[in-house]
């Protein structure tokens, strides 16, 4: 079982061709500007490609060597086991005591009310979430009001640092408020497809 899942996996998830198969050198330069397909940095950067690639594919390689064995680990510690001294070899081997796993099935009320309650949960969240936006929003129009009334003269250079300064800090305002937006509406997709 192990060597069959394991050229299954090997087979649909690993390519046994390379890029060079995939994209030989000219093809890919082809993809750049005809203005750019000289420079020497594209073949660098093709074999960086390549390296990347194939360190990809090595890492899928032991993943599934991996999974293939935990499988079957897997498959041990769901069978009972006859003698104690498997469950010895069986807790040295995995650094935990052999004990089979009772899961409680939940009734369909304790079910709902779990999800009711996770569902506000979420809700709570995505209304703090959004609060947090509004007020970065806020904060970033008052960094551009003060910015557009910022006097921008010759003789005001003095003042040039803390413009840069409030440049920056609308910078990181504006990726903060990206990112509460971003997992806002992460949030807001995991709930409409609960």
């Known amino acids: 079982m192990f060597q069959n899942e394991s050229q299954i996996l090997n087979t649909f998830l690993i390519s046994s061709s390379g890029l060079k198969d995939i994209a030989a050198l000219s093809t890919f330069t082809s993809l750049f500007p005809s203005s750019k397909r000289s420079h020497p940095d594209i073949e660098t950067l093709y074999r960086l490609l390549q390296a990347q690639r194939s360190a990809i594919c090595q890492t899928i390689r032991k993943n599934i060597e991996l999974e293939c064995k935990l499988g079957l ?21 995995h650094n935990e005591p052999w004990q089979l796993e009772t899961v409680k099935a939940l009734g369909l009320s304790e079910m709902l009310k779990q999800m009711e309650e996770t569902v506000e949960k979420m809700q709570e969240e995505m209304e703090k979430l959004g609060k947090g936006c509004d007020d970065l929003l806020q904060n970033m129009k008052m960094i551009m009001n003060e910015m557009e009334n910022a006097p921008y003269e010759k003789q005001c250079l003095d003042h040039a640092e803390e413009t840069v300064n409030g440049l920056k800090e609308l910078i990181e305002t504006c990726e903060e408020l990206l990112k509460n937006c971003e997992n806002t509406h992460q949030q807001t997709q995991k709930t409409e497809n609960m």
Request: proline residues 0%; aromatic residues 10%.
């Open 73 to 93: 680990c897997r498959n041990i510690k769901s069978s009972r086991m006859s003698s104690e001294r498997e469950k010895i070899e069986f807790t040295e081997f």
